[in-house]
Nanobody
């Protein structure tokens, strides 16, 4: 059973910073890609940033230059450093793990965390 546990959300003023963490557990041998998605009220879930186990990254245009994704492969943990936060960054942020290998088997599905609320408001 693969589980993703997020932490680090909260309330911050515009211009402030937050750091999200997501740890994957469950006898994992490797994870190809880990990422962060977000969903604001009334909107579809969207990709924020993703990173492969080789370190390649991909960012949504709206967060480029402000957010930085990183990961610790040994700990199966991904981080999202969010700087210069704006009210439009307010959303529930979800961690995702794709192409997970457990006990030598590539699992067919991807996995999601429970979500952590980020609110940017004065």
């Amino acid at each position: 059973q693969v589980q993703l546990v997020e932490s680090g959300g909260g309330l911050v003023q515009p211009g402030g910073s937050l750091r999200l963490s997501c740890a994957a557990s469950g006898s994992i041998l490797s994870i190809y890609a880990m990422g962060w998605y977000r969903q604001a009220p009334g909107k579809q879930r969207e990709l924020v940033a993703a990173i492969t186990n080789g370190g390649s990254t991909n960012y949504a245009d709206s967060v480029k230059g402000r957010f930085t994704i990183s990961r610790d492969n040994a700990k199966n943990t991904v981080y999202l450093q969010m700087n210069s936060l704006k009210p439009e960054d307010t959303a529930v942020y979800y961690c995702n793990a794709d192409q997970v290998v457990v006990a030598g088997i590539l699992l067919p599905e991807d996995y999601w965390g429970q979500g952590t609320q980020v609110t940017v408001s004065s």
